[in-house]
């Protein structure tokens, strides 16, 4: 599912990190200092990346699937490494 993370751009992992951290796309772009459209952009970019949904999509927010708890984990791995 991840072959491509090699290749991934850091500002799309950096702003799944934070997204999926804070469990927001708003909350994140306040963190990143952009605006909600910019990293809902940069999620949907690493989605077709990756060829897999990593959030859903909820009524007032979002939650990680599966894949995106694998994603999660391992970014957050190589953050502390």
Partial sequence: MFEAFGDM??????AFEVAARLRSFT???I??????P???QQIKRLEEQLATRLF?????????TEAGEILFSHV??????
């Fill in 9 to 14: 751009s850091l500002d799309l992992l950096r």
């Fill in 56 to 64: 859903d999509r909820i009524y007032r927010g979002i939650e990680l």
């Fill in 76 to 81: 957050q791995a190589g953050l502390q490494s």
């Fill in 31 to 36: 963190e990143l200092g952009t605006i909600q």
């Fill in 27 to 29: 909350a994140a772009a």
């Fill in 38 to 40: 910019a990293v809902s």
